[in-house]
């Protein structure tokens, strides 16, 4: 059973940084794709960027030049770094994941994952 489990979440003045983290279990992701995604109450939950294990990265043109996916392969952890935070990143942000040796072409919309994590809440203010 795969799981996944977000934590790094908090509240930050406009200009910080957060760092969130996505704890992976049960998923084997030789080939795979893991991303980060955001919703905010009434809208839609959207992309953020998403990470290919056999190499590159996607990012929604919102956050690109400001937040960085990474993967650390022996903790079995995603990474979202989010620099430069604005008020409008302020969302509950969910970590997802393909099924196996399923890539990510660019960036994709929720639908093409099929694991979530709970999320965890990100407030920045102004």
């Known amino acids: 059973e795969v799981q996944l489990a977000e934590s790094g979440g908090g509240s930050v003045q406009a200009g910080g940084s957060l760092r969130l983290s996505c704890a992976a279990s049960g998923y084997t992701y030789t080939n795979g794709c893991m991303g980060w995604f955001r919703q905010v109450p009434g809208k839609e939950r959207e992309a953020v960027a998403n990470?290919?294990?056999?190499?590159?990265?996607n990012y929604a043109d919102s956050v690109k030049g400001r937040f960085t996916i990474s993967l650390h392969n022996a903790k079995n952890t995603l990474y979202l770094q989010m620099d430069s935070l604005k008020p409008e990143d302020t969302a509950t942000y969910y970590c997802?994941?393909?099924?196996?040796?399923?890539?990510?072409?660019?960036?994709?919309?929720?639908?093409?994952?099929?694991?979530w994590g709970q999320g965890t809440q990100v407030t920045v203010s102004s």
């Open positions: 997802a994941a393909r099924a196996n040796s399923l890539r990510c072409w660019s960036v994709l919309a929720p639908s093409y994952f099929i694991f």
């Open positions: 990470f290919n294990y056999d190499g590159g990265t």
